[in-house]
């Protein structure tokens, strides 16, 4: 079952700001490593190595971290739009470099589903459009998908009102669907591929299934999602091929070129990044990853925290469960509460007391 993959990352990131005002979101860094990372590979792990990029956002910045796709395995073309086109116009903008079955998936899920599996199943199914499903304690942020007991679906509603859930099982952003389909879509106004694609298939009698998914599934869009899925990731819940860059000691990567001294404190799981400098009295961890080049000064104490590259963090500061952008100064004994998110370059004069 050849197919070929497409994956939306035209989106501008607005839920995941203000850490998306430096980095676009496809590849802000889940331990340290850029997030589109692990959908290559899940799209390699199951035979999918032709794959278009939808992009319409900072594709410079896209095609600069991923390049051909060379270094994941896989091959990469991108496709960019002039203006924003909606969900499903972006699967039509690819449509010019797409053939046959396409798996789509949107660039904001870290998942470990099965790909293979619901290629399978469309294929048995006679399909025209699979839709991965997953369930969700909350339908009403999402798009509910009814089917009945083979699959075929029913309807569809957008972030239901709570008397209206009649089932937690929402589209996941996973989808396959056959190339040809994408000339349904039209090509000069915005389209959504959720409120307007799928329900215009059913309403035309096309076949159309959802599936399952089963696995591991996170839409990363929000800062407290982003930070949820690294501990995920370092709690070995997600199955994936990406690892992180170092040796693995005592349950901590360390990166090429760190430096830690005598006397500083590693709990793992924890990822430490390449060239970075912890001093003595330090304490790091557990659940937390410290990004390449960062600088930790002597008492400091990080814990349950995400630090991107190049941060400075002073003497005696304490970062507990937050995020911090590339290149932020953390002044000495600044105390940083659960939650707080720090824009890249931020910088903290010392004794500063942050989310209290």
């Given at each position: 079952?050849?197919?070929?993959?497409?994956?939306?990352?035209?989106?501008?990131?607005?839920?995941?700001?203000?850490?998306?005002?430096?980095?676009?979101?496809?590849?802000?860094?889940?331990?340290?490593?850029?997030?589109?990372?692990?959908?290559?590979?899940?799209?390699?792990?199951?035979?999918?190595?032709?794959?278009?990029?939808?992009?319409?956002?900072?594709?410079?910045?896209?095609?600069?971290?991923?390049?051909?796709?060379?270094?994941?395995?896989?091959?990469?073309?991108?496709?960019?739009?002039?203006?924003?086109?909606?969900?499903?116009?972006?699967?039509?903008?690819?449509?010019?470099?797409?053939?046959?079955?396409?798996?789509?998936?949107?660039?904001?899920?870290?998942?470990?589903?099965?790909?293979?599996?619901?290629?399978?199943?469309?294929?048995?199914?006679?399909?025209?459009?699979?839709?991965?499903?997953?369930?969700?304690?909350?339908?009403?942020?999402?798009?509910?998908?009814?089917?009945?007991?083979?699959g075929a679906i029913r309807?569809?509603?957008e972030k239901p009102k709570?008397?209206?859930?009649?089932?937690?099982?929402?589209?996941?952003?996973?989808?396959?669907?056959?190339?040809?389909?994408?000339?349904?879509?039209?090509?000069?106004?915005?389209?959504?591929?959720?409120?307007?694609?799928?329900?215009?298939?059913?309403?035309?009698?096309?076949?159309?299934?959802?599936?399952?998914?089963?696995?591991?599934?996170?839409?990363?869009?929000?800062?407290?999602?982003?930070?949820?899925?690294?501990?995920?990731?370092?709690?070995?819940?997600?199955?994936?091929?990406?690892?992180?860059?170092?040796?693995?000691?005592?349950?901590?990567?360390?990166?090429?070129?760190?430096?830690?001294?005598?006397?500083?404190?590693?709990?793992?799981?924890?990822?430490?990044?390449t060239d970075v400098r912890?001093?003595?009295?330090?304490?790091?961890?557990?659940?937390?990853?410290?990004?390449?080049?960062?600088?930790?000064?002597?008492?400091?104490?990080?814990?349950?925290?995400?630090?991107?590259?190049?941060?400075?963090?002073?003497?005696?500061?304490?970062?507990?469960?937050?995020?911090?952008?590339?290149?932020?100064?953390?002044?000495?004994?600044?105390?940083?509460?659960?939650?707080?998110?720090?824009?890249?370059?931020?910088?903290?004069?010392?004794?500063?007391?942050?989310?209290?």
């Amino acid at each position: 079952m050849d197919a070929q993959a497409v994956i939306l990352v035209g989106g501008q990131g607005t839920r995941l700001r203000p850490l998306t005002h430096a980095r676009p979101k496809p590849i802000v860094p889940l331990l340290n490593r850029p997030f589109l990372h692990y959908q290559l590979a899940l799209l390699r792990q199951h035979g999918v190595t032709d794959i278009i990029l939808s992009c319409s956002h900072r594709v410079d910045d896209i095609r600069a971290a991923l390049g051909s796709g060379a270094d994941a395995g896989v091959r990469l073309r991108y496709v960019a739009e002039s203006e924003p086109l909606g969900t499903a116009g972006g699967v039509r903008n690819a449509a010019d470099l797409a053939s046959g079955r396409l798996v789509v998936l949107n660039g904001d899920v870290l998942t470990d589903a099965d790909v293979g599996a619901v290629l399978r199943f469309h294929e048995t199914r006679g399909s025209r459009t699979t839709i991965g499903l997953t369930p969700v304690d909350d339908p009403t942020q999402y798009g509910l998908v009814e089917a009945d007991a083979r699959g075929a679906i029913r309807r569809f509603l957008e972030k239901p009102k709570p008397h209206e859930i009649t089932t937690n099982m929402v589209n996941a952003g996973v989808y396959v669907i056959e190339a040809e389909l994408l000339r349904r879509i039209p090509a000069d106004r915005p389209v959504s591929i959720e409120r307007e694609f799928f329900p215009a298939l059913l309403a035309d009698g096309v076949p159309c299934f959802g599936v399952p998914l089963g696995g591991y599934w996170r839409d990363i869009g929000s800062p407290s999602a982003y930070r949820e899925a690294q501990l995920d990731l370092l709690r070995g819940r997600v199955a994936t091929q990406v690892t992180p860059a170092g040796t693995l000691r005592d349950g901590c990567w360390i990166g090429a070129g760190a430096r830690i001294d005598a006397g500083a404190v590693l709990r793992g799981p924890a990822v430490i990044g390449t060239d970075v400098r912890v001093q003595a009295g330090a304490r790091l961890g557990p659940l937390t990853v410290i990004g390449d080049g960062a600088r930790i000064a002597r008492g400091a104490r990080i814990e349950g925290a995400i630090l991107w590259e190049r941060v400075e963090v002073g003497e005696g500061a304490v970062l507990r469960d937050c995020i911090v952008g590339a290149h932020a100064v953390i002044g000495a004994h600044v105390d940083a509460a659960p939650g707080v998110v720090l824009e890249a370059g931020a910088v903290v004069p010392d004794h500063t007391r942050l989310g209290r």
